[in-house]
Structures are given as structure tokens and as C-alpha cells.
């Protein structure tokens, strides 16, 4: 007799041998699909590869002549920038966001709703269409009328606001109860005190997700140091890769040696924040 149990959606899971076998076929399926490129890519890193269409996942021979022919590339030197834009970027993102959570979550000001939609409007504009105003900006920055293409400055300055962070960081304020925030003012506690001794304490979760989520996004940039990298000085790794993947001498081999330096600060990151960012999607469900 065959047995089946209730899965989340619903359905019913089979137990029978039969059932079995579809599942680990469509398990490998899957496993193949989104491991089978980044096993390529790794195998690829640390072998000979001289035809882009003769990948394998097989390690043949491993030898690290790929990474020493990418650093004489300057691969070290556009990793810096990209660190050097990432840790300045994430950190003035952070602090926008968080200011800027606090005056939407905690206060009540004239045109409230139209900021919040405002902010809400601009995850729905595709780079492309801000490329040609951002790059008139930054050619000269309003009040201070300071050039900043060609600077890394230049790639920190647009990522210092985003308004997904700003989202996840308001909704998590919302919640922080205003009864601590009152105890806190009868106290004596100031506004930058209750801020940072009691708002943010609380929403420790939703740092770690905009953390993440916002290492990643500067990290990928690529529009941005196309648009303000006037010569290779200024490169970040993924416009590097560009170049990289165009130059005749380089063979696919070092292209790959290159990506895989380009894609490992981003797993370190969420390895190393994985439990406050699932503790912060988390949280963000149950509330929601």
C-alpha cells in the first residue's frame, strides 16, 4: 500500500519506490542547473582552458598559472578598488539608510507619503534610463560643483542611498515599540542616544540583510564604473573583466581564474552574516 504525506503546497508526496526515484531525478536536475556553472567555473579557474566552449567540470591536470597570469594583469589592483568602493559605499549606505529609516519609521512630517513613495519610485527605474543624468552629476556635483568621473569617489557617492535598505530599515523601526522610546525620554536620553542605544540595538536583523544585500549590489556594479572609470587606474574587478575577456592573450583559463576571485568575497559575506540574514528575512516574515 503506498503511503503519501502533505507537503507545504498542499500536494501529496508519494513514498513508493517509484516516488523515490522521480524525486532524486528531479533533485540531480536541479543540483545540475545551478551547480553544474559554478563547478565549471572552478574547475575552469585552475585549469589549461583554451577553447571557451570546452569547459569541464573534471579537473585535468590543476596548476595555478591562471591566477599568476591574472595578477600580472593587475587583477590585485582592481580587486582593491572594488573592496576600497564596497567598504566605503556599504558603510555611508548603511548610515543614509538608517538616518533615513528613522525620520520615516519614528517621525510624523508634512508630505511623509509622498517621500516614502518617492523612495519607493526609484527601485522601478532600470539603470540604463539614470545613466545619462548620473553621469551629467558627477561630472558636476550641485553646491559643491566637484568633477567625479574619473575618481573612485566618484562610484561611492550614487550607492550611498538605496532605497531597499531604507525600506527593510523602516519597516523593522516600525515595530521597535514606542513605549521603550518614551521610557527613554522620561530618562533624559536625547534623540542620537534613543537612536543608537535603543532603535538600532533592535533592528540588528535588518542591518545584517541590507549588509548583505548591499555588499552584493555595490559589488556587481558594473553601469556605474563603466560610466565614471576614465582609464584602467580606476577599474573595478567587474568592469576588469570586461577587458580581460576581449584581450586575445588571455585565454578563457585566466577569465575564469579572474571570476572566481570576483564571485568569492560575495559567498564569504553571506557565509559570514548567514544567521542574521536568514534571523532578519525571518523576522521580516512573521511581521509582515
Known sequence: MSVASETALGLKESKTPAGRLLKLVI????????????????????????????????????????FTVAVDQGVLKYLANS????????????????????????????????????????????????????????SDLPVLHINLIGTLAGMIVPVGAWAFSILVMTEFMKDVPRELEEAARMDGAGEFRIFA???????????????VFGFTMIWDQYLLPMLVASDSSTYTLPLALRTLRIDPIVTPGVVMAASLLALLPSVIVFLFFQRSFVHGLSSGALKG
Open 197 to 211: 542605544q535603543i532603535i538600532l540595538p533592535m533592528c540588528r536583523p535588518a542591518l545584517g540583510v541590507i549588509g
Open 83 to 138: 573592496f576600497f568602493v564596497v567598504g566605503f559605499g556599504l558603510l555611508l549606505q548603511v548610515v543614509v539608510s538608517t538616518l533615513a529609516s528613522y525620520a520615516l519609521a519614528r517621525k510624523r512630517f508634512r508630505f511623509m507619503t509622498l517621500v516614502f513613495v518617492a523612495i519607493l519610485a526609484t527601485l522601478m527605474l532600470p539603470e540604463e534610463i539614470l545613466a545619462i543624468p548620473l553621469s551629467l552629476i558627477l
Open 27 to 66: 533533485y540531480a536536475l536541479v543540483l545540475v542547473v545551478f551547480a553544474g556553472p559554478l563547478l565549471a567555473l572552478l574547475v575552469s579557474a585552475f585549469n589549461h582552458v583554451s577553447d571557451p566552449t570546452q569547459l569541464s567540470v573534471v579537473p585535468s591536470k590543476p596548476t595555478l598559472d591562471n
